[in-house]
Structure formats: structure tokens, C-alpha cells
């Protein structure tokens, strides 16, 4: 009787320890899934060469790149606009110099050499370090002869040492006009900017673009590169030991592209001729006194055609990623690093730092006028540096005591991107031609005429005013975007909404490049 109870007993014992590892079995299965499920994957696995590709940002990126086409001028080669043409072949003529390329600012016919510049900064860095996922789409050759369009006007802009040709046109004389590039008939005069008359930051910005595209065309014409990086040297030392605003020096930019600063932009020259050079006396200029004097460390800033800081953070701090011992300890540029954690963690809507400039459907919403440069910018950087996160197996970002990972930063990235795209109240795309709903009435002047309409500079505003949607579509321009209650007014008239711009295509062809399939972010761009 007693054995047969000690055995019953035994048999009891088994079978609640077996209950027992059941249940914890599944609670930890449970666990991993939960962590999986928050994470959207293996946060630590390092991706690869290019993978799958997702077709809404292809599509969305193969449109986007165009714009650059629509807004050339000078002799256009294998024009693939049909409503463009050959314009301002005489630019810079009445002081003996080839200012024909570039590309025209907005809607309008003006050449602006400080947003032109960091388009092809932005636009360089983008290819930098998106161009393995670019050319996966087939888009990267249309990218390099896009910046290189920009570049050769920039080259032709810099004749002396101490001189640089900033603008192509009197703007209050070609806003008074609405007509086509390809009939202009106004005078163009060119404005520069010298010791007498300096201009730091037009200077610096043009010194950062030469010196971003030198790397990228570093391989595929070595000759051009060279003469890239010998420009933005000289560039650079013109802007630093001339040090004043362009604003000052040319009262009337005030009124379109005024800088608020200069020093940003020495600092962002400097950081991306230390990329194109390896000299270490770049890389002291930004962790000496300069970065002490300008850099704003702890605050973060917004990243735009006017003030660089977030973007040359966000930069340096790739140092600390993948450099050597001399970058990766150094204590400059862990402070460039911590302000670019500030920055990202400001991003996330989760973050106990999160920004509330944002409206209620979670965009990124800081300006009236042209509001969506700085949501589309600002996961540009995020989207970098989740990718160097990522590569570097760093997999936590810490926002004052909680903690979020590569994932985490890409759930914003892609709510940015996919909210330009028509994830939003109005079910719009605000990329032109992507979709089914789109902006018609593009504030645009090449858009808004009929390619066989010749007009003078008067009698064209009839199509400005027109209730007739754009005979032409501007493809791939991004417009200025929604007001903070995200209503979108689709008028011509309507400049603060409706506007597209180069600076704004810069950031969303590198926006949508991080987005379109997923590889390992380059550890060097030489």
C-alpha cells in the first residue's frame, strides 16, 4: 500500500514538471517573438550587398531623379524632357565665361549658387553612400551626370582663387516675367562674390559640393576629381581667411536665400575635405576652436540649403563608426556624434526628446513655406545613420534613458517617406507624377505653358493664371507640401504649397535611395 503510493507520487511529480517546462517554453517563445515583432527583424544582422527591392520607392525614386532634367539649362544633351529645350546658352557671356549648365532654382529662371551648391552636396553624398542601391534601380548613372551638370557650372563659376560667380540673373527682373527658359529675353547679369565683397558661406557650400563629388567621380574620371578637389581647396581657404556673409556683401539675396551663418558651412567644408583628403588639418579644424565656435553641440538644429550643422554631425559622426584610432577615440568628434544622437532622437515620435514640430498625423512639420524640405531631411540623415547603426553592429541609440534601435529609426524614415508618397489626409502624392493623385498646378513656369507657345515676358502670366491644370508635367518635382492642418491648396498661385525646387529633389532622391532596397552602408568613401 505504501509503495503503490510513493510511485503514484513519483508519476505526479513528472507530470507537473512537465506542465511546468511546457509553460516556460512557451512564455520564452512568446518572449522572442514579442522582441522580434518590436524590433521588425534582426536588428543585428549586417545586410549585405543590395537585396529586394521595394517597387513603390523604386518607382517613386526613377521619378524624382528626372526633375534634374527638367531644370537644366545650357545645351541640353539626350534631353529626355519633351517640353525642354536649349535656354540660357549666353549665361555669363558679358564676363567671359561658360555659366550656360546649372540648373534653374525653382519655378523660375534664376540660378542661386548657394541652394545649388548643396543640391550637389546633398545630391554627391547621396551617391556616396546609396549608390550600390541606385544602381540596383537602374538610376545612378542618371544621378552622376545629373551632379556633374551642376559641377561644371560650378567650376566655371570659381575663375580666380578669390573670386566665385554666385548668381545668374536679376531676380526682381525675372519675377516680374513668366515665360519659358527657352524664350528668355531679359538681360542675365552675373553677381560675385571677392575679398572685397566676401561671402563664407556660398563660398564654403561650393568648397563641400566640390570637394562630396571629387570622391564620387574619384574612380570613374580620376582628371575631373582632381580638378574638383583642387577648386574646393581654394574654395575653402577663400572662405576661411575672408570670413563674412554673402547676405551682407549682396543686400538683395536677403530677400530669397538669406544665410543666417556661416560657420555651419566651414564646418561642413571642412568635414567633407577631410573625407576627400585624409589631412588631419580638416579634421583639427572641426574638433579645435571652429567646433567650439560654431558647431552648437547639444543643440540640435534642422538640416537645410541654409544651415548645414545637422547634416555635418550626422557626417562626422561616421567617423567614429568606421575610422581608425585617430577618428573613432577622438573626443572632437564624439561630440559631433552625441549632438547627432540628440538630433535622430529628436525624430522619433517615442522619444522623450521628440520634437512637437510635427502635425498630428506624424510629419515633420516646421515651416509654412516649402514645409516639406525639413520632414524629407530629416530622415535622410535618420536613414544614414540607422544604416551606421547597423553596419557597426550599434544596435541601441539612447534618448535620455530609453532605448531604440536601427528598426526603430527606419519606422520614421519610412513614415516620412511614405506620407510624401500619399500616406496622408489628403491621399496625395506630393512627388509629381507618382501615383494616381498628384499636384496638376505646379508652380512652375515651363510646366504651366504649352511647349509650342512662344511668349513674351508679359503676356505669359496668362497661364500662370489659368484655371487649366499644367499642359506639362514637372515629373518628379517635389512641392513645397501640406499646411500644418494637412490641407494642400493645389493652385498655381499658390507658391508657399505648390513650388517645387532642386534643394528639395536633392534630399528626396537620397531619401528614397536609402529606401529602396537595403545594403551595407561603405565604411570609406575612397
Not at 543640391?119 to 544602381?135: F, K, N, P
Not at 532622391?509 to 551595407?520: E, H, Y
Request: aromatic share 12%; proline share 4%.
Amino acid at each position: 500500500m505504501g509503495a503503490k503510493s510513493r510511485c503514484k507520487g513519483w508519476w505526479a511529480w513528472l507530470l507537473v514538471l512537465a506542465i511546468f517546462g511546457l509553460v516556460v517554453g512557451a512564455v520564452v517563445l512568446a518572449v522572442v517573438k514579442k522582441v522580434k515583432k518590436n524590433s521588425g527583424g534582426d536588428d543585428g544582422a549586417v545586410p549585405g550587398p543590395p537585396g529586394a527591392i521595394t517597387q513603390k520607392y523604386s518607382d517613386a525614386l526613377k521619378l524624382a531623379v528626372q526633375f534634374f532634367d527638367v531644370q537644366k539649362s545650357g545645351q541640353l544633351v539626350d534631353n529626355k524632357i519633351s517640353w525642354r529645350g536649349d535656354s540660357g546658352l549666353k549665361d555669363g557671356s558679358d564676363v567671359k565665361l561658360d555659366l550656360s549648365k546649372g540648373m534653374y532654382d525653382a519655378g523660375d529662371q534664376m540660378k542661386f549658387g548657394f541652394p545649388m551648391a548643396y543640391t550637389a552636396t546633398v545630391l554627391s553624398w547621396t551617391i556616396l553612400e546609396y549608390g550600390d542601391q541606385m544602381d540596383a534601380v537602374n538610376q545612378l548613372q542618371t544621378a552622376q551626370a545629373s551632379l556633374k551638370w551642376i559641377t561644371d557650372f560650378l567650376v566655371n563659376a570659381h575663375p580666380k582663387d578669390n573670386v566665385l560667380y554666385v548668381q545668374v540673373g536679376d531676380p526682381k527682373k525675372d519675377h516680374a516675367c513668366w515665360y519659358r527658359p527657352e524664350d528668355m529675353t531679359e538681360s542675365r547679369p552675373v553677381t560675385q562674390v571677392n575679398t572685397s565683397a566676401p561671402g563664407t558661406d556660398v563660398a564654403a557650400e561650393t568648397a563641400a559640393a566640390m570637394a562630396s563629388a571629387s570622391l564620387v567621380f574619384k574612380k570613374s574620371d580620376a582628371t575631373y576629381s582632381d580638378t574638383l578637389l583642387k577648386h574646393a581647396k581654394q574654395l575653402f581657404t577663400f572662405a576661411d581667411k575672408n570670413r563674412g556673409s554673402y547676405s551682407e556683401s549682396i543686400p538683395e539675396v536677403q530677400q530669397f536665400y538669406n544665410s543666417t551663418g556661416y560657420g555651419d558651412e566651414l564646418l561642413w567644408a571642412a568635414a567633407w575635405l577631410y573625407h576627400a583628403t585624409g589631412d588631419k588639418e580638416y579634421l583639427d579644424y572641426v574638433t579645435g576652436e571652429n567646433g567650439d565656435e560654431f558647431a552648437q553641440f547639444g543643440k540640435p538644429t534642422w538640416f537645410s540649403w541654409d544651415n548645414k550643422l545637422a547634416g555635418t554631425q550626422v557626417l562626422l559622426s561616421r567617423l567614429t563608426f568606421f575610422g581608425g584610432k585617430d577618428t573613432s577615440d577622438n573626443s572632437g568628434l564624439q561630440k559631433y556624434r552625441k549632438t547627432a544622437e540628440a538630433v535622430i532622437c529628436g525624430f522619433l515620435p517615442s522619444s522623450p526628446t521628440a520634437t512637437k514640430s510635427r502635425t498630428d498625423n506624424g510629419l515633420i512639420w516646421v515651416s509654412e513655406w516649402n514645409a516639406l524640405q525639413q520632414p524629407v531631411a530629416a530622415a535622410f540623415l535618420a536613414a544614414l545613420y540607422s544604416d551606421y547603426m547597423l553596419t557597426s553592429r550599434s544596435t541601441k541609440l539612447e534618448c535620455d534613458g530609453d532605448t531604440y534601435k536601427p528598426s526603430d529609426i527606419r519606422k520614421f524614415v519610412r513614415s516620412q517617406a511614405d506620407y510624401v508618397l500619399g500616406d496622408n489626409p489628403m491621399k496625395m502624392s506630393y512627388l509629381v507624377g507618382y501615383g494616381d493623385k498628384y499636384p496638376k498646378y505646379v508652380h512652375h513656369r515651363g510646366a504651366s505653358i504649352p511647349a509650342n507657345q512662344k511668349t513674351g515676358c508679359k503676356d505669359g502670366f496668362k497661364y500662370l493664371d489659368s484655371t487649366d491644370p499644367n499642359p506639362n508635367i514637372a515629373v518628379g518635382a517635389l512641392v513645397g507640401g501640406p499646411f500644418l492642418n494637412e490641407t494642400y491648396i493645389d493652385a498655381r498661385n499658390n507658391s508657399k504649397q505648390a513650388e517645387p525646387s532642386t534643394y528639395n529633389s536633392a534630399v528626396i532622391v537620397g531619401l528614397l535611395s536609402s529606401l529602396v532596397t537595403t545594403s551595407s552602408a561603405v565604411k570609406s568613401f575612397t
